[in-house]
């Protein structure tokens, strides 16, 4: 049997995730006596200043933000030459496994957006960018894929880690496909961007939510650069027969080219994705269905009186 591996004063027990940018360990802080989530990043991002520059400051940024949807960050820095993030451990399931299991209802999706649209909100107000909101970043808790479909809190993950990108650093390592399938096409252009650019993404991400597809499913990098700068915002109606009308503007408008074309905020395109659900008929009740959440509406109270509805009878002798 394998020891778990030392790294300062972490036991990395198990890899619970990982991607272009590193690996997260369920790991034991020896130091404090409790078990956390440790991302460890990848051995060359040490090498870039500008990158150990930002990590350091972006990491303290998120490391004070409150927001319920934001996982508490404990600690943070550089052991043996790589830098991590020691963060609050959390049991769930990222939203990409669960869409891969469970279709979730209309109502489901747009809450678990507006849940994601707190957490930026907030970043946002202290100045903080994500640049990476794709569904692998979003944590659903939950014990099973399908018990977070229906009801998880979620969690949007990742802050202060994500690659510099733009530019001729469109190729450097840590852009993979799965962040270029929800980058604002600014980003990819090397233009000035801010905020607006996690709309864009969030947008991106609401039509996953909804239809189970990326709005652009290709394997292709470039392909995939050309289609976020140049094809129109897909339709989520074209996959998913039963949303609402309305929708497909929402995830268009959030999908914008042009950021001044966009909602503002992440709150406001949440705010968008709700009124088009309160505009619309409830659904039928599907017991069947975990991923399913009925809304109820209120049952009519009866108006005032507005007089007898028949003439009334003559009076009696």
């Not at 080219?257 to 909602?263: E, G, I, V």
């Not at 503002?264 to 269905?289: I, K, Y």
Request: aromatic share 6%; proline share 9%.
């Amino acid at each position: 049997m394998t020891e778990p591996e030392l790294f300062g004063p972490y036991r990395l027990d198990t890899v619970i995730g990982r991607g272009g940018m590193g690996e997260v360990f369920r790991a034991f802080d020896t130091r404090r006596n409790r078990v956390v989530a440790v991302k460890r990043m990848s051995k060359h991002l040490v090498t870039d200043p500008e990158y150990r520059k930002r990590f350091r400051r972006e990491s303290a940024l998120a490391a004070m933000l409150r927001e319920p949807h934001i996982i508490p960050i404990h600690d943070y820095g550089e052991i043996d030459g790589q830098l991590y993030i020691d963060m609050r451990l959390v049991e769930g399931t990222d939203l990409a496994g669960v869409l891969k299991r469970v279709q979730l209802s209309v109502e489901r999706a747009v809450d678990v957006v507006s849940q994601i649209a707190d957490a930026l909100d907030a970043a946002h107000a202290e100045g903080l960018v994500h640049r990476d909101v794709k569904p692998s970043n979003a944590l659903l808790v939950g014990t099973s894929p399908e018990e977070a479909a229906s009801r998880g809190f979620v969690y949007l993950v990742d802050f202060g880690v994500a690659a510099t990108l733009g530019g001729t650093t469109l190729s450097r390592p840590g852009l993979a496909v799965g962040s270029a399938a929800y980058m604002a096409p600014e980003r990819m252009m090397g233009d000035d961007w801010d905020s607006r650019a996690d709309v864009y993404s969030l947008a991106c991400l609401l039509y996953e939510t909804l239809t189970g597809r990326r709005p652009y499913p290709s394997d292709d990098l470039l392909t995939l650069l050309q289609a976020h700068m140049k094809a129109p915002p897909p339709r989520a109606s074209d996959v998913r027969r039963d949303l609402p009308p309305g929708m497909d503007q929402v995830v268009a408008t959030g999908m914008a080219k042009l950021p001044n074309a966009r909602f503002s905020s992440a709150g406001e395109l949440a705010d968008a994705a709700r009124a088009v659900l309160e505009r619309a008929p409830a659904p039928p009740r599907n017991p069947d269905d975990v991923a399913t959440v009925v809304r109820r509406r209120p049952t009519p109270r009866p108006g005032p009186a507005r007089g007898p509805a028949t003439p009334p009878a003559p009076a009696g002798p």
